[in-house]
């Protein structure tokens, strides 16, 4: 089965810039894969924050941004906040199904 | 605004059947899209599987022979039944709706914990 790999963690400063980015074993992510990101937050249901690669929910901040970056869908936080503090999860669509990547947990400090 | 309730029982026993509901509000449950998801206690989510606002339906292929995924339309919920559980599908169950056409899990439920143990 296809494996969806996302960076385990990543830091970022307030008010930095960082990009995280999903990548899948069966080759290049394009935009037939559908990408979503997924914001969750400790003790909560996740939150869609992007669909079908780049586009955003009406409640997604504007400080998020999502893209094919070299082969991977990419999620990039611009400003960061702490309130931002969360894990991040990518979802993409292949065969019919979809498959999680084991997801990001960014620290905002 | 769309709405994702699930309900079930919070314990069920190695072997039986796990069935969880997810009533909907505000949203027209033969138009959308609908899907389970699950996440362990303290890991990632893993997608079970959906029924299209046509009736169809597709399966995570780890999990295909064991999950159905169904909807009533004459209520206003979908269902989930898991056979021959174990210990390995203790999580957290979520459903999640949208309306399609590149929107697939736009509005999620609070989520449910459910607890295989004898």
């Known amino acids: 089965q296809t494996v969806v790999t996302q960076e385990p963690s990543l830091t970022v400063s307030p008010g930095g810039t960082v990009t995280l980015t999903c990548a899948s074993s069966?080759?290049?992510?394009?935009?037939?894969?559908?990408p979503n990101w997924f914001q969750q937050k400790l003790g909560q249901a996740p939150r869609a924050l992007i669909y079908s690669t780049n586009n955003k929910h009406s409640w997604t901040p504007a400080r998020f941004s999502g893209s094919l970056l070299g082969g991977k869908a990419a999620l990039t936080l611009s400003g960061a906040l702490r309130e931002d503090e969360a894990d991040y999860y990518c979802l993409l669509y292949q065969g019919g199904t979809w498959v999680f990547g084991g997801g990001t947990k960014l620290t905002v400090l | 605004q769309v709405q994702l309730q699930e309900s079930g029982p919070g314990l069920v026993k190695p072997s039986e059947t796990l069935s969880l509901t997810c009533t909907v509000s505000?949203?027209?449950?033969?138009?959308?899209?609908w899907s389970w998801i699950r996440q362990p206690p303290g890991k990632g989510l893993e997608w079970l599987g959906y029924i299209s606002n046509t009736g169809s339906t597709n399966y995570n292929p780890s999990l295909k022979s064991r999950v159905t995924v169904s909807l009533d339309t004459s209520k206003t919920h979908f269902s989930l039944k898991l056979n021959s559980v174990s210990a390995a599908d203790t999580a957290v169950y979520y459903c999640?709706?949208?309306?399609?056409?590149?929107?697939?899990?736009?509005?999620w439920g609070q989520g449910i914990l459910v607890t295989v143990s004898s």
């Open positions: 069966t080759g290049a992510v394009t935009s037939g894969y559908y």
């Open positions: 999640a709706g949208s309306p399609g056409a590149g929107r697939y899990f736009d509005y």
């Open positions: 505000s949203a027209s449950i033969s138009k959308y899209y």
